[in-house]
């Protein structure tokens, strides 16, 4: 019993709590940027290229077709649209997160500029009145 009880503490921890909801929010992200990447910038782009960039490929081989226009073997192609796309998403991801740790860094930091770093002037003197009241 003990090996679940200890389990159940180390899981429910906040910081494992908090990491696991930001991989569940982070996989939603990313599907959230992948349709925008499909849906809006692929095609934009696409127009200079002359159709979907998500679509595009270097087709290396050919399908096989028979009689009837039945695929025999399907086509052998490199994808390169899909890795692009992929590339742009990965670049729109990574810089939401980096304007978001920033965002985070920089109230971090104000935080500590607004911890006073010794006891106020009034602090000060009602230490001393309470010091001499001791006495």
């Known amino acids: 019993m003990g090996f679940i009880k200890e389990f159940k503490e ?8 908090e990491i696991a ?3 569940v929010m982070g996989g939603a992200f990313g599907r959230v940027v992948s ?4 849906g809006i ?3 934009i782009i696409g127009l200079f290229g ?6 595009n490929m270097y087709v ?10 039945a695929v025999v073997t399907e086509a052998v192609a490199i994808k390169w649209g899909d890795f692009l796309t992929a ?6 991801v990574a810089f939401v997160m980096f304007m978001v740790i920033k965002g985070i860094n920089k109230m971090e930091k104000k935080k500590e500029e607004a911890a006073p770093e010794g006891p106020s002037s009034t602090d000060a003197l009602l230490m001393e009145i309470r010091d001499s009241l001791k006495k």
């Open 41 to 43: 910038v692929s095609p």
């Open 35 to 38: 349709s925008f990447t499909d």
């Open 60 to 69: 290396l081989k050919e399908a096989v077709l028979d009689a009837s226009g």
């Open 50 to 55: 002359g159709g979907d960039l998500s679509k």
């Open 21 to 23: 909801v930001a991989f």
């Open 10 to 17: 180390f899981a429910m921890k906040g910081s494992l709590v």
């Open 87 to 92: 590339i742009i998403n990965f670049i729109i």
